[in-house]
């Protein structure tokens, strides 16, 4: 059985794992709350634990619940975050969640599970719709988007990164 939570230290080896497993030139993974650039997955952890307090987010942040998505096997498939609010930024290219599966997991049906494992948590945290995002060009993320109920409100340039952004939003009433 599949199964999404909270990640520990006891997951430190599959987490290191799955972030290397995205090679050493990438510059993010979409839904890890900044593993990359994390100096260890202890202190990474303790980020993860900051921001999921409202009382201790740093300004120009929202509160962010972190997941790790195993497999039945339990290994770790894939990573996602949840945004219990947005700031413009949020609202404009990045939504309420954002997610990455380890890529010998894609295209295997544990996106669209791992979205609504957490739509359910979503819901639990009050929120009564959300909105999530993915470039244009990714045919893969749009389709778990969509498969979880996801409608297209529009599509907006990041100036950024000069990328054309898919916007959907997805009730949970």
């Given at each position: 059985?599949?199964?999404?939570?909270?990640?520990?230290?006891?997951?430190?080896?599959?987490?290191?794992?799955?972030?290397?497993?995205?090679?050493?030139?990438?510059?993010?993974?979409?839904?890890?709350?900044?593993?990359?650039?994390?100096?260890?997955?202890?202190?990474?952890?303790?980020?993860?634990?900051?921001?999921?307090?409202?009382?201790?987010?740093?300004?120009?942040?929202?509160?962010?619940?972190?997941?790790?998505?195993?497999?039945?096997?339990?290994?770790?498939?894939?990573?996602?975050?949840?945004?219990?609010?947005?700031?413009?930024?949020?609202?404009?290219?990045?939504?309420?969640?954002?997610?990455?599966?380890?890529?010998?997991f894609r295209r295997q049906?544990?996106?669209?599970?791992?979205?609504?494992?957490?739509?359910?948590?979503?819901?639990?945290?009050?929120?009564?719709?959300?909105?999530?995002?993915?470039?244009?060009?990714?045919?893969?993320?749009?389709?778990?988007?969509e498969a979880n109920g996801?409608?297209?409100?529009?599509?907006?340039?990041?100036?950024?990164?000069?990328?054309?952004?898919?916007?959907?939003?997805?009730n949970l009433e």
């Amino acid at each position: 059985m599949t199964h999404l939570r909270k990640p520990t230290l006891a997951d430190e080896k599959q987490i290191l794992a799955f972030r290397q497993a995205f090679g050493e030139s990438v510059e993010t993974i979409p839904g890890t709350s900044y593993l990359i650039q994390a100096q260890s997955v202890a202190s990474w952890l303790a980020e993860l634990e900051k921001f999921s307090d409202p009382k201790r987010i740093p300004a120009g942040f929202v509160r962010g619940l972190q997941f790790l998505y195993f497999s039945e096997d339990n290994q770790l498939v894939g990573m996602i975050n949840l945004r219990t609010n947005l700031n413009d930024y949020l609202e404009n290219y990045g939504g309420h969640i954002g997610y990455g599966i380890q890529p010998k997991f894609r295209r295997q049906g544990y996106g669209s599970q791992m979205l609504k494992e957490t739509l359910v948590i979503a819901k639990e945290q009050g929120l009564k719709q959300v909105l999530l995002t993915c470039d244009d060009d990714n045919q893969g993320s749009a389709k778990v988007i969509e498969a979880n109920g996801g409608k297209l409100a529009d599509k907006r340039l990041n100036k950024e990164s000069q990328k054309v952004i898919r916007r959907y939003w997805i009730n949970l009433e």
